[in-house]
């Protein structure tokens, strides 16, 4: 078991990220992106074919909190260098998740062999930017401290449509204190283009939460009782969307996988 | 009775901070000043003889949301240009609150009997700036509507202590459905001279709230299901802390009655 674990984490330099797309883009590293190159940009991940990008493009405008884009790629160009000099949409997110048809079909973490000359890549901004913010601040963020994924919940809150793109919000939940609360949206307010400012804090059945210990995905987290839960449109929403957009292809990253970029995140701060 | 009342309140110009002062001065006015001379910087008040005004100053300082100073006075001089050319603390506040040795004496409407040489007057910024700003950005609020005063409660906050100033914060509490109080913080951020962000939110009982419904001075506002109480630092501490230094002499406003000063609410927002 030793060795499995060593053989699944070989060395490479994780602050640089550079240093960690090319872990990804040769299989080093197939794992969560979380704490990987402190300081640097991460982003969600989704691709469609260039018929049904037109609509997402409309879709990511009318909706800049879920879907915040930092850049998309050129129909059948897997580059993007606006956000990295080396990147390859292709081979640099270290899973990624195929949907036929708007159906769930499996997890892969290379996309050579699914490429066309007709896809378009999306990159948006992701809360691992606004996170390091609110821990440089010293507010605490649990699912960090133990190891896990940050709990997201599919919500009642309807995004604005965008052709064939319909659906739910989904939200990340992070607990704080009230104090801390009021902190993190004053922190986050400062994000625009990672979500910016929560969408709702401390009545989780408002927004269609039946049970906060039930993430639709990742892992729980306590909110005890002298905290409130604050919640954050997720980039995570396009995967709910594209349920409804049914694409005959969408690949998005994996939840929590995510691809690195070279943007630094003090650089998307407004104020 | 229709008469009593048009004697009460007779006419004058209603959004002009000079004729708001004016109508103070000459005791035509002596009512809450809510809703007067709109866009004028309002400000609460605190008397003290100069031994105690260096502590207050000092107390100020360690706790700029409940005591964001706007002003003070030279000792014995009752005037402060810098708020209003023909400002005059003995006269210009519509109703004030007497203290001997802590405890309330009476209210009076005029001080020029009581003003001494060595009196120092603080002007301290009032909610009812950052009320516009939530007004304007199409945020109700209940109390307003309703024509009451804003609630307002004794927490078990600690002040920071100076001298013989010590005791706990007052808040004044304003309910919001879970998107307004998000956006209520961003707005309230921007101006930190009249209290700022909140201090609090959603769990009174967390800052020694016992019951919501009862409000230590003020008038009970309703909270309703799908809303949060938001708490702000209030402007009536130092009438609580005052009851802990226990001066010979303190002169207050009288919760709600401010004195209207030239200063431009706009002028004090800092983004």
């Given at each position: 078991m030793a060795i499995a674990s060593a053989v699944a984490t070989p060395s490479f330099?994780?602050?640089?990220p550079r240093a960690v797309r090319r872990a990804v883009r040769t299989g080093a590293h197939a794992g969560?992106?979380?704490?990987?190159?402190?300081g640097y940009v991460q982003g969600n991940v989704c691709i469609l074919p260039r018929d049904f990008a037109d609509d997402f493009f409309v879709y990511c405008q009318r909706n800049p909190r879920p879907c915040p884009l930092l850049g998309a790629t050129d129909p059948g160009d897997p580059r993007l260098p606006a956000l990295a000099e080396d990147f390859d949409i292709r081979t640099d997110v270290p899973r990624y998740r195929v949907f036929r048809d708007g159906e769930f079909v499996e997890d892969v973490t290379d996309i050579r062999h699914l490429w066309r000359d007709d896809l378009v890549a999306f990159v948006l901004g992701c809360s691992f930017s606004f996170e390091e913010a609110l821990m440089e601040a010293g507010l605490p963020l649990r699912y960090v401290e133990q190891g896990k994924n940050v709990p997201m919940f599919l919500t009642n809150i309807d995004t604005a449509p965008a052709g064939r793109f319909h659906g739910k919000m989904v939200v990340s939940m992070r607990p704080f204190t009230p104090a801390g609360a009021i902190r993190a949206v004053q922190i986050t307010t400062r994000f625009p283009t990672v979500h910016g400012a929560p969408v709702h804090i401390g009545k989780p059945e408002l927004i269609g939460?039946?049970?906060?210990?039930?993430?639709?995905?990742g892992d729980p987290t306590e909110v005890r009782e002298d905290e409130l839960p604050v919640f954050w449109a997720c980039g995570v929403t396009p995967q709910s969307v594209v349920r409804n957009a049914r694409p005959p292809l969408c690949i998005t990253h994996t939840p929590g996988h995510m691809v690195v970029t070279d943007v630094k995140n003090a650089s998307l701060a407004v104020l």
């Open positions: 330099d994780r602050s640089d969560h992106t979380a704490g990987l190159a402190p939460i039946e049970d906060i210990n039930r993430p639709w995905v």
